[in-house]
């Protein structure tokens, strides 16, 4: 299928994404009652798809696929699904990929818009490709955590509120403990701080392009500002018990604030988009 | 050869005719081995639980005569038989009269007030006989809980393989019987697995045991707290500890209730006016007092929640009038369920078993259809029987 490019095999995916929305929506009306494999299987061949995609386009340039902003938002998307497969193993867990679904299906129709997907002009700065891949490829991984930590902050706000008012859909659905939803929300949350972190610190090692101070560029002031804003978050909940609703609330929040902001800093960034 | 059943249940007897009938485990051996020799069954296994009495008999002879055969049979021993009483497994029956937790279950019209003197309804008129394929059907339907008086319940299935186990085991069981109930097995295996009919629990005790499972990852190592001396607040201890929950903690007025409690639940009795102190440490607080008012509100619990640091709080206030104050469901990580709110989700779960039932119906349908026709192409293969005899009569019928 050598026709079909990587973009073909994203935009693929994506549908399969889709669908798995539509589908999510069926099983959130029956209130989650059916433990059924027929959307681990549509985010399993949509991960498929895409994980081709992320190959054709890897080989193609002959780098991680991750210098744009649509081979970055394809990047989170891939890892958000990743690692919902991986949950997903345990049966307690499967419903993850159905609140997650609707995310991937939106930041990838985002993703598919040909703007973002431009071949960088000019000559390239100097960078040592592996630790511009290690940079890359970790900011996203943790952006896709936080993403999936935000998923998981909504299915417990949802959950702890049906249990909370007697709704019967939460006894009867087969959705995780609601104690256990927080501690993956939790989790996720720390593990995307702690992959932030190396990150920003591998960024910090890049090779700059002359007279571009590393405190003037606007995504740098915005990714510490993030980290500040997860560290807090992560803190609150540590030492002054801010649990439960707060930092289900504050993780999405800080999800959403990310979501919105992350393409626009990314196009004034001078680092980021020469 | 074909396969049928006769018997009486709860659909059909009050309990003090069905006691009559019933079959202690050590007599059934004993009549299996007549009714083979009796030649109106190449094969039987015999059902006899609280809720039941079944023969499932394989027989060469014409439906109508095995019945009368089989009716008189049934008739003659529950002359003979004294009173059997509700002996061996039946107390775990969630007998709908006994559990003052589930008021509203629709399926309670079976005539408990019986008693001996049962005009007008002879022991004749309660027995009910099926020949194929209803007789499949039926048995399909008791294995998977349907004929149940709590539809989708679990107990019977075990009940009905120990029945054929012992059948099997004294050979009173050949090739046709084994199928047949290997089938019935099978399906209700299938139906527990593709449906939601055996989910959830209709007893307030099993439902709030289903509740502290949605809110608490797991139970194991949950402190439970009992306040006051109700039956349902035991009960629903009893539940928790059963299913793993850690210690017990008992707080009641009457002191010798509460210790005999603590002692059995291998917890721990706390003088009643210093309940509250525990309240801190425990997950989950079952109240049941007598007290007029509320003894918990939210004035009182807010300074617990804030040192219980996220913790959730299962409350569950079985008492009427009401234990704790409504507002208390407000404070972050609290889950406030009164009586009604336990009852609704144990009636929610009952229309949803209602709701399965139709599937179910069709996957037992399926089932007997199959079987059905299994059998009538099977032909002379079927009538692989124990004795002789059998393998004669089947050579010469067409089956």
């Keep these: 299928m050598t026709w079909l490019t990587d973009r073909h095999f994203f935009l693929l995916a994506v549908v399969i994404y889709g669908l798995s929305t539509v589908y999510s929506v069926f099983l959130w009306r029956r209130g989650f009652r059916r433990d059924d494999h027929v959307n681990y299987f549509l985010l399993l061949a949509g991960f498929g798809l895409h994980t081709v995609a992320m190959v054709q386009r890897g080989f193609s340039i002959a780098h991680c696929p991750v210098n744009n902003l649509y081979e970055a938002t394809a990047f989170i998307t891939w890892t958000i699904v990743a690692v919902c497969l991986v949950l997903g193993l345990f049966r307690r867990l499967r419903f993850i990929g159905a609140f997650a679904a609707p995310v991937l299906f939106a930041v990838g129709v985002f993703a598919l818009m040909p703007e973002l997907d431009r071949q960088p002009r000019g000559p390239g700065p100097e960078f040592s490709g592996a630790l511009t891949s290690l940079h890359a490829a970790t900011i996203l991984l943790a952006y896709g955590a936080f993403g999936l930590g935000a998923v998981a902050a909504v299915m417990f706000l949802v959950e702890q509120h049906d249990l909370k008012f007697h709704k019967l859909r939460a006894v009867l659905s087969l959705l995780p403990p609601v104690q256990r939803l927080e501690t993956i929300a939790v989790r996720l949350v720390f593990a995307g701080f702690v992959l932030f972190t190396v990150g920003l610190e591998a960024g910090r090692y890049l090779p700059r392009p002359a007279g571009v101070a590393y405190w003037d560029d606007p995504k740098v002031v915005w990714s510490a500002f993030l980290w500040l804003v997860y560290l807090a978050l992560l803190a609150a909940r540590q030492m002054f018990a801010q649990r439960g609703r707060r930092f289900a609330y504050g993780a999405v929040g800080a999800f959403v604030f990310l979501l919105l902001t992350f393409w626009g800093t990314n196009l004034l960034s001078r680092l980021h988009h020469p | ?399």
């Design chain 2, 1 to 399: 050869m074909s396969v049928v059943v006769i018997g009486l249940s709860h659909h059909t007897a009050p309990v003090a005719l069905r006691e009559r009938f019933a079959f202690a485990e050590a007599d059934i051996p004993g009549a299996l081995k007549v009714l083979c020799d009796s030649g109106v069954a190449a094969e039987a296994v015999i059902l006899s639980t609280c809720n039941r009495v079944e023969i499932y008999a394989a027989t060469t002879q014409e439906p109508a005569a095995a019945f009368a055969a089989l009716k008189d049979f049934l008739l003659r021993r529950g002359a003979e038989t004294q009173r059997a009483g509700a002996g061996d497994g039946c107390q775990w029956q969630p007998q709908p009269k006994a559990a003052p937790d589930s008021p509203r279950l629709e399926d309670r019209q079976q005539p408990e007030s019986g008693g001996a003197t049962a005009p007008g309804k002879g022991p004749e008129a309660v027995i009910y006989a099926r020949a194929e394929p209803e007789s499949l059907r039926h048995l399909f339907r008791v294995a998977c809980g349907l004929d149940s008086l709590v539809p989708g319940e679990t107990e019977i299935l075990g009940q009905l393989k120990e029945a054929y186990e012992l059948a099997r085991k004294n050979h009173f069981t050949g090739a046709r019987l084994n199928r047949i109930f290997q089938r019935a097995f099978h399906v209700a295996k299938h139906v527990r697995t593709h449906t939601n009919i055996q989910r959830g629990s209709v007893s307030v005790a099993s439902v709030a045991v289903e509740l502290a499972e949605r809110i608490f990852s797991s139970l194991a190592g949950r402190e439970v707290l009992v306040v006051g001396a109700g039956d349902t607040g035991e009960k629903v201890a009893r539940a928790l500890r059963s299913r793993g929950a850690g210690r017990v903690v008992i707080a009641s007025r009457t002191r010798e209730r509460a210790e005999g409690l603590a002692g059995e639940l291998g917890g721990r009795a706390v003088p009643f006016d210093h309940w509250a102190e525990e309240l801190e440490r425990m997950d989950i607080v079952i109240s049941s007092t007598s007290a007029p008012h509320p003894i918990l509100d939210r004035a009182r619990l807010a300074p617990v929640v804030e040192r219980r640091r996220g913790r959730p709080l299962l409350l569950m206030d079985l008492a009427v009038p009401r234990d704790m104050d409504p507002e208390v469901n407000f404070l972050e990580n609290v889950y406030l369920y009164n009586i009604d709110d336990l009852q609704t989700v144990a009636d929610g779960y009952l229309k949803l078993r209602r709701e399965e039932m139709a599937r179910c119906e069709k996957i037992i349908s399926e089932n007997v259809e199959a079987l059905f026709r299994q059998n009538a192409l099977a032909g002379l293969a079927a009538g692989r029987g124990l004795n002789l005899s059998n393998l004669r009569k089947s050579a010469q019928t067409a089956d």
